[in-house]
């Protein structure tokens, strides 16, 4: 799954760059995050892609949005349109099934845990 961002919050975005631990700063890895397992080690992130449009009557068999339990930040961290033009921030995320001990999910439309965010 790629996202093109045009709005997101500076200091998350550096936290989600720090990949693969989320504490070693950006750019770095430890030494025991090479070959991390990040679905076992739950390392791996849940991505919520919210459909803004989906509460209009006009809209109404559409989706509240997509939940991913198990994304993992992949790059490119590409800065796209740098210069005079508004900044958007392309993001990579490798999307894999996740057990919950009864079965797999690779996504669903549990949007639950982002029911209070802003539509607009």
């Excluded at 070959?35 to 989706?63: K, R």
Aim: charged content about 15%.
């Amino acid at each position: 799954m790629i996202s093109n961002l045009t709005r997101w919050n500076e200091a998350g975005y550096e936290l989600l760059a720090s990949y693969p631990s989320y504490d070693s700063g950006r750019g770095f890895w430890g030494v025991d995050d090479v070959g991390t397992l990040q679905l076992t080690e739950e390392v791996a992130l849940t991505v919520w892609v919210l459909f803004p449009y989906s509460i209009y009557p006009a809209y109404s068999t559409m989706p509240a949005g997509y939940r991913f339990p198990a994304a993992i930040p992949y790059g490119p961290e590409d800065m796209n349109q740098l210069g005079t033009q508004a900044r958007r921030l392309g993001i990579l995320f490798h999307c894999l099934p996740a057990f919950d001990g009864t079965k797999f999910t690779l996504y669903d439309n549990d949007m639950s845990a982002v029911a209070g965010l802003s539509r607009v």
